[in-house]
């Protein structure tokens, strides 16, 4: 066991064939609690680590344009256009979007995405408290 000096602002290093040996990298976050006397440090894996994939020249400069299209996506969806099918892959490949939810991102289905908040933003909705009260707005 070795010993570990604790720095003027609670830091502390970990000794490196304890880092080592639990494969952690700098920039890690690791789980901190008091335990019967002890401090138990507990490696977190907010993602699993996977290798980035390799992207071609033309991909990479695919990816920029998508990555844009999202963020306006995100920020203002009345403005923003969705990918095209190239832009989706790539993103994909990239880890950027999920593949399961790639339809959502093409300009096909944004259309529609723009088409319904419109239709919010102008009140054209209606709310309802219960599924019975649904129901009886159809009619039936």
């Known amino acids: 066991m070795a010993a570990v000096r604790i720095g003027p602002k609670h830091q502390v290093t ?11 990298e700098a920039g890690d976050f ?5 335990e019967a006397g002890r401090i138990i440090l507990i490696p977190k894996r907010l993602a699993a680590k996977v290798p980035a994939p390799r992207l071609s020249p033309a991909e990479q400069k695919i990816l920029i344009r998508a990555k844009a299209k999202i963020e306006r996506i995100q920020g203002d969806l009345l403005k923003a256009k969705g990918l095209t099918r190239e832009e989706v892959r ?15 991102w093409t300009e096909e289905c944004q259309r529609g995405e723009r088409a319904a908040e419109r239709d919010v933003r102008a009140g054209r909705v209606k709310t309802f408290s219960s599924v019975e009260e649904l129901v009886s707005s159809l009619g039936r």
């Open 30 to 34: 690791l789980d901190a609690k008091a």
């Open 14 to 24: 970990i000794p490196k064939e304890v880092f080592e040996a639990l494969g952690l």
């Open 90 to 104: 790539v993103a994909a490949k990239a880890g950027l979007i999920d593949p399961d939810q790639s339809y959502w």
